[in-house]
């Protein structure tokens, strides 16, 4: 049988979002970008060099929205180069390896970065990732859910190698910012009617 290898119209969607994922490097943020895109998981590490990209459509709800995401190098040398990526951000998702302290310890300067960075109205996440590794943890729930608090912050819990957690981590925050521009809050989610053609990959509220 033949079958056309033309790619098919993307459906619509209603909102596009722009989510960024910061936090140290070799905290997993490349493979919960991986995970949540493609389903994949990656077991060799590579460093992010500046910035990676990928997006997805959920729907959820009878909403469809498109996501945006940027994962951005959690090197000091290319924090100058991806701070300009926060600008118009609608989520950021502040990541730490929960078997490194450290990680988590350096989520404070991570929040402030975004305040200062990113436009009002940002959700910000706090995502603990590698649950899976369960001995080697050193950062544990209540801990980390009590930081979330402080910053106004939501929690996730995920693993990239067995996708745990990592769907809700994305989309959670998500439907938050939806729901802030909903209620007129300030927001940067882009209400799309009717929905853009190709060229909307450099609409105002998503490009960097």
């Known amino acids: 049988m033949w079958t056309s290898k033309v790619p098919l ?6 909102f596009l979002l722009k989510v960024i994922v910061v936090g140290d490097t070799s905290v997993g943020k490349s493979c919960l970008l991986l995970r949540y895109v493609d389903k994949r998981f990656r077991n060799s590490h590579e460093v992010t ?11 959820t709800a009878g909403v469809r929205f498109k996501t945006h995401v940027w994962d951005t190098a959690g090197q000091e040398s290319f924090r100058s180069i991806t701070r300009s ?6 989520v950021a998702l502040l990541v730490f390896d929960v078997t490194q302290r450290s990680t988590f310890e350096h989520l404070m300067q991570w929040s ?7 436009s ?6 706090v995502v603990a990732s590698k649950i899976d590794l369960h001995e080697e943890r050193e950062v544990f ?3 980390a859910e009590s930081f979330a608090a402080t910053i106004g912050a939501l929690y996730f819990e995920t693993s990239a ?28 989610v882009c209400k799309l009617t009717p929905p853009p053609e190709e060229t909307r990959s450099t609409s105002t509220c998503c490009a960097r």
């Open 161 to 188: 190698k067995d996708s745990s957690g990592v769907d809700d981590a994305f989309i959670d925050p998500c439907k938050a910012a939806i729901g802030r521009h909903s209620s007129a809050t300030a927001s940067n």
């Open 141 to 143: 729930t209540e801990e």
């Open 120 to 125: 009002p109205g940002v959700v910000m996440a």
């Open 49 to 59: 060099v500046g910035v990676e990209f990928g997006s997805r459509i959920v729907e």
């Open 85 to 90: 990526y926060y600008r118009t951000a609608a």
């Open 112 to 118: 402030s970065e975004v305040l200062a960075y990113a």
């Open 9 to 14: 119209p993307e459906q619509p969607y209603d």
